[in-house]
């Protein structure tokens, strides 16, 4: 991978040009111009997304979009850097923790306090104006190009500071590393309060407390399009109620025996018409 | 092209990841602007060492990086631990030691 990112940053055409021109080649400018609209939409969207899920989508196209950025910018082992470390790790910690925690109700953006929000905007706008002519004020620095600084290679480059001028910030930040793991680990700890209930515990209460020990009946004897919502006769004719499962009885969306027998007519059955109609609402015998 | 697109660019981003921090109210949310203000500082970072001709710019921008990975690691957890207590990952909702 060394020898592909060192010919890649070698092969940029870009470098020489820049330290006498002061601007870059056409092909970075339209590269540019195609990937920062869709940077400050998608991070609008990190703003107005109305799942968390969308919003967390959005933040991963902006850093893939990073990423290509600082190859452009002669940058390609931070373009790697980026996409496994931030696209690939921390989004995806994301996701998981997003998974775990579950989607809230009151997640919308809409929930903000109505003061507070637009109290919010504009000073957040004030921030963009501030650091934006801030910027656009300064003084143009003449770019140099990392022409130079490249020639080996730019992971070469990298590595040489890091490892040289930088190497007691590398340990440093390898103990911060090692020190953020076990402290998630702590954190997510639990501590087992009462005795863990399995499988042998559950069916010694059951027994204790004199339920049904077989197994519920199976729904949907006469059940046209699914099974699984209409109950099962019992053998008095009587539906059984908890044949149907419990997330459709909870959702209200069993049907009722009578409901499903309406739609067999005579004539819709043919040769073999019920020989008593059952409506679910027999005697018990 | 002037490199100085490359840093409005990256304050228009910072900005919105201050305006998320502001704004939203979920703590995950909250949470993926603060990622989104450090990308940006990185991408000032990238693009001064690029001005400079100097690779020190982005090895900051690298340990940018391993800190906002061992900072993610932390926080998330954090958001878990209160989620298992308190049953919501709303940043308003944390508010116990208020008196």
């Not at chain 1, 002519?133 to 130079?148: C, F, H, N, Y």
């Not at chain 1, 680990?185 to 069916?203: D, F, G, N, Y």
């Not at chain 2, 500082?41 to 001005?51: G, Y």
Request: neutral net charge; aromatic residues 6%; glycine residues 8%.
């Amino acid at each position: 991978m060394t020898t592909l990112l060192a010919s890649a940053g070698a092969a940029l055409p870009v470098l020489t040009s820049l330290a006498e021109t002061g601007r870059t080649s056409t092909g970075e400018e339209v590269l540019f111009w195609c990937l920062a609209p869709v940077m400050v939409i998608a991070a609008l969207g990190l703003v107005f997304a109305r799942r968390t899920v969308y919003a967390a989508m959005s933040v991963v196209l902006v850093m893939i979009c990073l990423a290509v950025l600082y190859v452009a910018q002669e940058a390609p082992f931070l373009g790697v850097v980026q996409v496994i470390v931030y696209t690939g790790a921390v989004m995806m910690l994301f996701l998981f923790v997003l998974m775990l925690v579950g989607v809230d109700a009151a997640d919308t953006f809409t929930d903000a306090l109505g003061a507070h929000r637009w109290i919010s905007a504009v000073l957040g706008v004030g921030l963009g104006a501030v650091l934006v002519s801030v910027v656009l004020t300064a003084a143009d620095l003449a770019p140099s190009g990392l022409a130079a600084a490249n020639a080996d290679g730019n992971p070469v480059g990298v590595a040489r500071i890091v490892f040289g001028d930088f190497v007691v910030t590398l340990e440093v930040v390898g103990i911060l590393l090692v020190t953020a793991a076990v402290g998630a680990i702590v954190l997510t700890h639990r501590e087992r309060l009462v005795r863990r209930v399995r499988q042998r515990e559950r069916a010694d209460a059951r027994v204790a407390a004199g339920e049904t020990l077989t197994p519920l009946p199976a729904p949907g004897v006469y059940a046209r399009s699914n099974a699984m919502d209409v109950a099962a006769l019992g053998p008095g004719g009587r539906p059984l109620e908890h044949s149907v499962p419990r997330v459709l009885r909870v959702r209200g969306q069993e049907r009722s025996v009578g409901e499903v027998h309406a739609h067999l007519g005579p004539e819709a059955v043919g040769s073999t018409p019920p020989e008593r109609a059952i409506t679910g609402e027999e005697q018990v015998r | 092209m002037n490199l100085t697109n490359y840093l409005v660019l990256a304050t228009i981003l910072f900005t919105i990841g201050a305006l998320t921090v502001l704004v939203r109210r979920n703590a995950i949310v909250v949470f993926m602007g603060v990622e989104l203000m450090l990308n940006a500082a990185n991408l000032a970072f990238v693009t001064f060492a690029r001005m400079h001709g100097d690779l020190t710019g982005q090895v900051v921008a690298f340990f940018v990086m391993v800190v906002a990975a061992a900072e993610v690691v932390v926080g998330l957890a954090i958001i878990v631990a209160i989620y298992r207590t308190r049953r919501s990952a709303s940043v308003d909702d944390v508010n116990l030691l208020k008196s």
